[in-house]
C-alpha cells in the first residue's frame, strides 16, 4: 500500500488528491506563485495528524500545515509539493478556564471565534493581526498585531502546547502556570517556527479581561517625521498605549479612495486606550498634550462603539485599500515589514519613504509603530519583470536598513519562502545552530521544506 493509499484508507473523503481541492490551497494573498500540493488531508485529531506525519516520514512525503492562509511570506504554501495538512476542521474551543483566564484551542479555531465565544466571561484574547486568522497559524508564525505595543505577541500569549513531531509522536510542553523555570522553553522555540520543527494541535491561551473603558481617537501630523516623533515620546513617557498605529498619506488616499472616507490626506495616528474611566481620561489628556506639542491637528473622538469599530475596519482594510491607488486586474501588492528600535524609527520610516521614491513606487506606510514595527504595501505587475525587480530591489534595501539600524527584517510577517536570504546577515554564527535543531527535530527534512532557513552552503 502506498502512503496516499494509507492515507486515503485513514481519512476517506478527508483526504483529496484533485486539482480543485489542491488548488484552494496553493495560492496566497501575497505575491507568490501558485504552489500545488500533491494531496490534502484534513484531520480531526491530534492522533489523525500523528498517523498522517508517521505515514509521510515512513515514504519522505513533505507535509505543509495549513489554517486560514493568510500568512504574508508564503508560509503555507507547499514549496516542495507533498501534503497540504488542513487544520481547519481542528476548530474546537475545548476549555474556558475563566478563574485561571486561559482558554483551550485546537490550532484551527479563529482569533474572532474565540472572542466570540468568550464575549459573556469579561474575558478577550488582544493578539489581533487584522485577518481573521487560525490560532495555530498565529502561533506558528508568531503574529502580532495592532494590541502588541500593550499587550504583546503570540510568543507572550501562548502558554502551553501539544505538537505532533515529524517521526508522528505527539509532545506537551509547558502548563497553565503563567511562569517556570523547568527546563528548555520548547512552548517558545516551537512558536514562530512556521511549522518546521512541529505541527501544533493544540494551544493554552492566556486571556485579559475587557477593558471597563475604551476610548479610540485619530490625529494629523504635517508630515511622517512628526507622527513618528509623537509616538516615540508617547512611549518614552510610559504612557500605556492599547493602540497605536500610523497610517502615512498615501495609506489615507487608498482609504479615501477605497471606502469612501473623508480623511485629510496627510499622516495620522490612529489610537485606542484601555482601562478604567478616570485612568483613560487621563491617558488621553497626556496623549493630546504630548501630540500637541509634536503638531498635532485635526483630533477626532471615535466615542461610541460603532465608530471604534469603524475605525480598526479602515485600518484592517487596509490591503484592499492599497489597491484602490494603483487598480488593475493583474496587479498584485508586494507586503513586506520590518522592525527597529524604538529610538531609530523615524530613520527608518524616511529611509522606506526614499527608497520607494527613487524607484518610482507606489507605496504605502501603515504600521504598530509602539513597539518600533512597521510595513510597506507595494503595488506592482508580476507580468513586468522590471518592475518586479524594482520592488524587491526595495525590500532588500528596506531589510538592509533595518538591520543597519539595529533591528530585524521582520516583526511580524515571518521569514517564509520571502526573506531567507537575510537570515545569514541577521543571525551570523547562530543561524549554524538553528540548521542543528532543524536536523534535530526533523532529519528528514520533510515539515515544511524550503522555509525560515536558507539552504546551507
Known sequence: ????????????????????????????????????????????????????????????????????????????????????????????????????????????????????????????????????????????????????????????????????????????????ARKSSAGYDLTHLLVGSEGTLGLITELTLKLQGQPETIAAATCHFDDVAAAVDCVILTIQSGLPMARIELVDEMMVRGFNRHMGTALPERPHLFLEFHGAPAAVREEVTRFREIAREAGAGGWKDADTTEARNALWNLRHGALGAISALDPGKEKRTFSTDVCVPISRLAEAVAQAKREAAARGLTCTIVGHVGDGNFHCGV???????????????????????????????????????????????????????????????????????????????
Do not use: W
Open 379 to 457: 503595488r506592482f505587475d508580476p507580468r513586468d519583470t522590471a518592475q518586479r525587480d524594482r520592488v524587491l530591489a526595495f525590500s532588500g534595501a528596506l531589510a538592509e536598513a533595518a538591520l543597519r539600524l539595529g533591528g530585524t527584517v521582520t516583526g511580524e510577517h515571518g521569514i517564509g519562502l520571502g526573506k531567507q536570504g537575510y537570515m545569514q546577515a541577521e543571525h551570523g554564527a547562530a543561524l549554524a545552530y538553528m540548521r542543528r535543531l532543524k536536523a534535530a527535530f526533523d532529519p528528514q527534512g520533510i515539515l515544511n521544506p524550503g522555509k525560515l532557513l536558507p539552504p546551507a552552503p
Open 1 to 176: 500500500m502506498t502512503a496516499f493509499e494509507a492515507l486515503d484508507h485513514l481519512l476517506g473523503p478527508r483526504f483529496a488528491t484533485s486539482l480543485a481541492a489542491r488548488r484552494q490551497n496553493a495560492g496566497n494573498e501575497a505575491h507568490f506563485d501558485e504552489m500545488l500540493p500533491d494531496a490534502v488531508a484534513y484531520p480531526e485529531t491530534t492522533e489523525e495528524v500523528a498517523q498522517i506525519l508517521r505515514t509521510c516520514a515512513g515514504a519522505g512525503i513533505a507535509v505543509t500545515a495549513i489554517g486560514s492562509g493568510t500568512s504574508l511570506e508564503g508560509q503555507h504554501l507547499a514549496a516542495h509539493g507533498g501534503v497540504s495538512l488542513d487544520f481547519s476542521r481542528m476548530n474546537k474551543l475545548l476549555q474556558v478556564n475563566a478563574e485561571d483566564m486561559n482558554a483551550v484551542v485546537q490550532p484551527g479555531v479563529t482569533r474572532m471565534q474565540l472572542n466570540a465565544a468568550l464575549r459573556a466571561t469579561g474575558l478577550f484574547f488582544p493578539v489581533d493581526p487584522g485577518a481573521d486568522a487560525s490560532l495555530g497559524g498565529m502561533a506558528a508564525t508568531r503574529a502580532s498585531g495592532t494590541t502588541a505595543v500593550r499587550y504583546g505577541t503570540m510568543r507572550e500569549n501562548v502558554l502551553a502546547l501539544e505538537a505532533v513531531m515529524a517521526d508522528g509522536s505527539v509532545i506537551r510542553t509547558g502548563s497553565a
